[in-house]
C-alpha cells in the first residue's frame, strides 16, 4: 500500500525554522516526483513546492522562494521541507503528496495526513 | 502565473441531483488539469486527471471535461458521501495554482 506520513510540524515563533519530513512507503520512492500544498486554517489549497525523483529539479511559490527549500534523500525514502524565516501566513497544515506517474501525469495522487505549522509568538 | 477561476464558490443540492462544477484558466492549459475531493478534516482525494481520466477507484458518477481554458467536473448523482469541497488544479505550468474550490452542501 502507498502511503505518505508527514512530521515536524508545531508551533514555532514568526522568524523561527521548522523541518518537515514526509515518509514515503509502497512505491519506487525514488522515480516519483513528490510535491508539498499547504491549506492555511478555513483556507483553499496552496500548491508550495515540487521536486523532481532525483532530486535536480525544484520549483516554488513565490510566496515561499528563498524561505523554504525542498529536498529528499531517496536512501531513506524521505522528502523533506526545510522552512526559514517563518511568518504568520504560513500557518497551515502542510501536505505532502506524490505524483500519479513516473513521466507524463501530474495529478496529485497520493496525500498524506497533513502535518500542522503554527507561526505564533 | 496561471489563474483558476471556479465556480460557484458554493451550492446547495440534494441526493440525486446532478451537478456541475466549472474551473476557467487564464491561459490555455491543455487538459493538464486534476480535481480533487476534501472532506473536512481530510487530505485531498485524486478524483480526476488530464482533464477527464477517472482515477482508480473513483466512482463513475464522477467525470471531468475541457480543454484549453475551460474544464467541467460534473457528478450525474450526488450521492451522501459527496457533501464535501472540490478544487481543480492546473498541472500545466509552475507555479501550479489550484481554484478557490467549491463547497458543496446539503439543500
Known amino acids: 500500500e502507498v502511503q505518505l506520513l508527514e512530521s515536524g510540524g508545531g508551533l514555532v515563533q514568526p522568524g523561527g525554522s521548522l523541518r518537515l519530513s514526509c515518509a514515503a512507503s509502497?512505491?519506487?520512492?525514488?522515480?516519483?516526483?513528490m510535491s508539498w500544498v499547504r491549506q492555511a486554517p478555513g483556507k483553499g489549497l496552496e500548491w508550495v513546492s515540487t521536486?523532481?525523483?532525483?532530486?535536480?529539479?525544484?520549483y516554488y511559490a513565490d510566496s515561499v522562494k528563498g524561505r523554504f527549500t525542498v529536498s529528499r534523500d531517496n536512501s531513506k525514502r524521505t522528502l523533506y521541507m526545510e522552512m526559514n524565516g517563518l511568518r504568520a501566513e504560513d500557518t497551515a497544515v502542510y501536505y505532502c503528496?506524490?505524483?500519479?506517474?513516473?513521466?507524463?501525469?501530474?495529478?496529485?495522487?497520493?496525500w498524506g495526513q497533513g502535518t500542522t505549522v503554527t507561526v505564533s509568538s | 502565473a496561471i489563474q483558476m477561476t471556479q465556480s460557484p464558490s458554493s451550492l446547495s443540492a440534494s441526493v440525486g441531483d446532478r451537478v456541475t462544477i466549472t474551473c476557467r484558466a487564464s491561459?490555455?492549459?491543455?487538459?493538464?488539469l486534476s480535481w480533487y475531493q476534501q472532506q473536512p478534516g481530510k487530505a485531498p482525494k485524486l478524483l480526476i486527471f488530464?482533464?477527464?481520466g477517472l482515477q482508480s477507484g473513483v466512482p463513475s458518477r464522477f467525470s471531468g471535461s475541457g480543454s484549453g481554458t475551460e474544464f467541467s467536473l460534473t457528478i450525474s448523482s450526488l450521492q451522501p458521501e459527496d457533501f464535501a469541497t472540490y478544487f481543480c488544479?492546473?498541472?500545466?505550468?509552475?507555479?501550479?495554482?489550484f481554484g478557490q474550490g467549491t463547497k458543496v452542501d446539503i439543500k
Open positions: 503528496a506524490k505524483y500519479l506517474a513516473v513521466a507524463g501525469l501530474d495529478a496529485l495522487a497520493v
Open positions: 521536486l523532481s525523483g532525483s532530486g535536480d529539479k525544484s
Open positions: 488544479l492546473q498541472d500545466y505550468s509552475y507555479p501550479r495554482t
Open positions: 488530464s482533464a477527464a
Open positions: 491561459q490555455g492549459i491543455g487538459d493538464d
Open positions: 509502497g512505491f519506487s520512492f525514488d522515480s516519483y516526483t
